[in-house]
């Protein structure tokens, strides 16, 4: 039989999150009061609560007259705060915004927009400028969504150009009464809030549709994991982009919902000017990934960072490396877990709850069972249950249509370890994990400790077909010079098996990454099998 874990929970009550997304902006303003500073951004004009309301109003009565009730609409937008007041426009007129990866690449672009069936785009004229994105956005304007037409593109300058006197003055009455203006627009808590893309890390990109409910939900169970350590008056700074659940809901959606001030930045690969925003806005929380972390530590000055209380981080293991840069700000560093299927946060270390290699424990109201794995003596793979678990998928060759969780629970493809303590350890992607000489090999475990041998350096460890053994492991590192012969001597010392050791090693001026600070493992593949063809031609 299989245990079922789950957590106790905590403050978090899942039938007050069975709401919409504005739905639970106005329940916060109720809570915390309209004059509350809720957003800024690079441009440092705060917004308030009120002031957010009124701009989603506005906005989204400009939009619902150029799109239909539950229509899903593509947003091609960074992290800034009128990305925010779109989202919930959007929302409050019922409509479904379709977060598009706008470093994807154009392939990736146009596959989401025919796998969503999206009939309409909404970006910026100086976005699309700043970004170099015109050649691709005037692609995208070409494509035929549907029989005789082509994708719309709107821009937002030319819809506030459009907004008039009159429409502000209904938008401001629309703002006094907006709860009654909403409820005759919205959609139900169980439908679609918003649709994201998986990463694409280990193949297509797949959407994914998050409702409301799912959305508040998990907001919600963050903010009472985080009981006792973080508060309404925190200020959060978050540079990750929302096209990612990550950046979207915890570092966006939970503070906002929470009462808490967002500093939204639009790209998180700006690694000087962040920490300077950091410490102009004294931002007292960050939301971040390893890769990014170590940029921003090592490009601080020494004031930026001393106002940031607690980093939370996600999407890839925290080095030793990390801490240590961090360690002079007396900064506590939680590493969570998740996946954009779950919206995305499954458990998260608390400053009560966390021990080495460990992600902490389940969220409230997260149920999970580990299923057995063949050659994985400790933990198995995890299969989660929640009101954060997605409605389902979209998929690349069924468009448009809903492929449902299957009852309810949501296989994560990862393999983790849970303790008597109820602590998450994460051993590696089930997909990551090769078979050598009949035993089974983490990459993750391995390039932890490659990690330890070479601490300043980036590697990413890769599995490829071996006609002798079945499977033999690559390493793809940024350190130069490194070779097997310096790992088999670190290995040994460490008593690490040499089967754990990678047999050849490419050293690469940059491991791929993607914008979520993931390592973009499709484009090291790519990168190692286009070196092996090069070498192979040459012989």
């Known amino acids: 039989m299989v245990a079922i874990h789950s957590a106790a929970p905590r403050g978090f009550d899942a039938a007050a999150a069975n709401t919409t997304l504005f739905g639970a902006l106005l329940d916060g303003i109720a809570a915390n009061g309209a004059k509350r500073i809720a957003l800024e951004d690079v441009e440092r004009q705060p917004i308030t609560y009120g002031r957010l309301v009124l701009a989603a109003m506005v906005l989204g009565q400009a939009l619902a007259r150029e799109t239909r009730r539950s229509e899903t609409v ?75 037409k082509k994708l719309a593109i709107t821009y937002l300058e030319d819809v506030r150009k459009a907004i008039g006197v009159k429409d502000k003055i209904q938008g401001a009455i629309r703002a006094k009464f907006a709860r009654r203006v909403h409820r005759r627009y919205a959609l139900a808590p169980n439908q679609p809030a918003v649709v994201l893309f998986t990463s694409g890390t280990e193949g297509a990109p797949k959407g994914v549709v998050l409702t409301n409910a799912n959305l508040v939900a998990n907001a919600r169970q963050i903010f009472a994991h985080a009981d006792g350590f973080l508060s309404r008056d925190e200020i959060v700074m978050n540079p990750l982009p929302l096209f990612h659940s990550y950046g979207l809901t ?14 939204l930045y639009p790209s998180p690969l700006h690694y000087k000017e962040i920490p300077k925003l950091i410490g102009a806005t004294k931002a007292t929380v960050l939301f971040a990934t390893d890769t990014f972390l170590q940029g921003y530590a090592r490009s601080a000055d020494p004031e930026d960072l001393k106002t940031v209380r607690y980093v939370i981080a996600g999407a890839e293991k925290i080095k030793d490396q990390t801490r240590a840069l961090w360690a002079p700000y007396g900064t506590t560093i939680l590493e969570g877990y998740g996946a954009t299927e779950c919206a995305p946060v499954l458990a998260c270390s608390l400053p009560s709850a966390t021990k080495p290699g460990s992600v902490g424990p389940l969220l409230p109201g997260v149920e999970a069972r580990l299923e057995p794995v063949p050659g994985i003596d400790a933990g198995g793979r995890l299969i989660v249950r929640g009101p954060n678990v997605m409605a389902g998928y979209l998929l690349a060759d069924k468009p448009g249509v809903l492929v449902p969780v299957r009852d309810g629970w949501h296989d994560t493809g990862d393999i983790v370890d849970i303790d008597a303590d109820g602590l998450v350890s994460i051993k590696g992607r089930a997909k990551r994990f090769a078979k050598i000489g009949g035993e089974m090999i983490s990459l993750a475990a391995v390039e ?70 993931k390592v973009d493992f499709v484009a090291t593949s790519e990168l190692l099998s286009a070196t092996r063809s090069d070498a192979a031609a040459a012989h």
């Open 448 to 517: 932890a400790m490659i990690a330890g041998i070479w601490p300043e350096n980036n590697s990413v460890v890769l599995s490829v077909p071996d006609a002798r053994k079945g499977e033999q492991l690559m390493l793809v590192t940024d350190r130069p010079g490194a070779d097997r012969a310096a790992l088999l001597v670190a290995a040994r010392a460490e008593g690490v098996p040499e089967l754990w050791v990678p047999r050849s090693v490419l050293v690469v001026a940059q491991i791929p990454v993607l914008a979520s600070g």
């Open 74 to 148: 593509g947003v091609l937008l960074p992290n800034v705060a009128g990305l925010a007041v779109l989202v919930f426009g959007l929302n409050a007129f019922g409509r479904v915004p379709a977060l598009l990866n706008f470093s994807a690449g154009l392939k990736n672009l146009r596959s989401a927009i025919a796998t969503g069936t999206i009939r309409r785009v909404i970006t910026s004229r100086r976005f699309v400028a700043m970004s170099n994105l015109g050649d691709a956005v005037k692609a995208l304007a070409e494509m035929e969504v549907a029989p005789g």
């Open 250 to 263: 915890a570092g966006t959606l939970m503070p906002l919902l929470s009462g808490m001030k967002v500093v």
